[in-house]
Nanobody, 124 residues
Framework: QLQLVESGGGLVQSGGSLRLSCEASGDTLEYHSVGWFRQTPGKEHEGVSCISASGGITNYADSVKGRFTISRDNAKNTVYLQMNSLKPEDTAVYYC?????????????????WGQGTQVTVSS
């Protein structure tokens, strides 16, 4: 059973950077597509970015294009989300999710495995 654990969240000032990690255990992550999602109170999960199993295909929400970069290191069973030029509106709990299917995009529904989330707070 694949298990995901996010880390790297915290409090940062506007314009700052954070790198989130999504580390898998219990199974290899290398055959899974992985997505990053975020959620604020009272709202549904918002797709932020996703990456194919090979790492060759990535996708980003318009709100983070040019600021966030998703990458993966299959040898470390980990997917990363580098977040630069952070804005207060990026404040949310960030989750990673994985699934064996390809081409899932930024909708949260198809992803089978989810982590517990890590809080990102950007102060103005």
């Amino acid at each position: 059973q694949l298990q995901l654990v996010e880390s790297g969240g915290g409090l940062v000032q506007s314009g700052g950077s954070l790198r989130l990690s999504c580390e898998a255990s219990g199974d290899t992550l290398e055959y899974h597509s992985v997505g990053w999602f975020r959620q604020t109170p009272g709202k549904e999960h918002e797709g932020v970015s996703c990456i194919s199993a090979s790492g060759g295909i990535t996708n980003y929400a318009d709100s983070v294009k040019g600021r966030f970069t998703i990458s993966r290191d299959n040898a470390k069973n980990t997917v990363y989300l580098q977040m630069n030029s952070l804005k207060p509106e990026d404040t949310a709990v960030y989750y990673c999710a994985a699934d064996l299917s390809e081409g899932l995009g930024l909708g949260p529904g198809p992803y089978e495995y989810w982590g517990q989330g890590t809080q990102v707070t950007v102060s103005s």
